[in-house]
């Protein structure tokens, strides 16, 4: 149980494309999903927190207008990746929890390469 | 600001032998703690979740929760080179989000 269905896993394209990413929920309802990035080497970084039907809370230095979040339903919430350019390039990963001190459940993550 | 600490590591162990890992969390209102593995490449999995002082035990993992302490730790009896990875801590914050350690890199040596 707990499945968390992420794609696409792996993105390249060329810089000033606009890239949409899926989550989704398979065997629960996700009260809430969030978003991280990952760097090589790296820690985790959370960007963004979304309930659904509401709007998504962004974490400080995420810019809203560049990394657009839509949370329709309990079970599926996407990020779009508006205008990337090489520094976008990394590995996005989601998760999903169904509550308040509940586990958050990860995706398999999507490599994104701007060109 | 709420934070969990670990150690970095590298925590380098023999193929076997028990490795301990450890880490400390300042937000007294946290109720539940989890450990996740994350192979290099990989998204994090969830190995244990914690909730009660004392120990949670599942399959070769042990979870210990000390809120007292504010501590908590994985051991992993009969380390094997597939447990190499890095494994992050995490505890429950008020808003429905988790505060992620850095992470320990694990090392199990044939």
């Known amino acids: 149980g707990a499945v968390v269905s992420q794609h696409p896993s792996w993105v390249i394209c060329k810089s000033g494309t606009s890239v949409k990413i899926e989550c989704r929920s398979l065997?629960?309802?996700?009260?809430?999903m969030f978003w991280y990035r990952q760097f090589p080497k790296q820690s985790l970084m959370l960007m963004a927190t979304?309930?659904?039907?509401?709007?998504?809370?962004?974490e400080q230095g995420v810019e809203k207008d560049k990394f657009l979040i839509n949370h329709a339903s309990l079970t599926l919430s996407t990020l779009t990746v508006t205008s990337a350019h090489p520094e976008d390039s990394s590995f996005y990963i989601c998760s999903a929890s169904q509550g308040v001190e509940e586990p958050q459940h990860f995706g398999d993550g999507t490599r994104l390469s701007i060109l | 600001q709420k934070e969990v600490e670990q150690n970095s590591g590298p925590l380098s162990v023999p193929e076997g032998a028990i490795a301990s890992l450890n880490c400390t969390y300042s937000d007294r209102g946290s109720q539940s703690f989890f450990w996740y593995r994350q192979y290099s490449g990989k998204s994090p999995e969830l190995i244990m979740f914690?909730?009660?002082?004392g120990d949670k035990e599942d399959g070769r993992f042990t979870a210990q929760l000390n809120k007292a302490s504010q501590y908590v730790s994985l051991l992993i009896r009969d380390s094997q080179p597939s447990d190499s990875a890095t494994y992050l801590c995490?505890?429950?914050?008020?808003?429905?989000?988790?505060?992620f350690g850095k992470g320990t890199k694990l090392s199990v040596k044939p």
């Open positions: 979304s309930n659904e039907g509401s709007k998504a809370t962004y």
């Open positions: 995490a505890g429950g914050g008020s808003q429905g989000n988790l505060i």
């Open positions: 065997d629960f309802q996700a009260t809430t």
């Open positions: 914690i909730y009660s002082n």
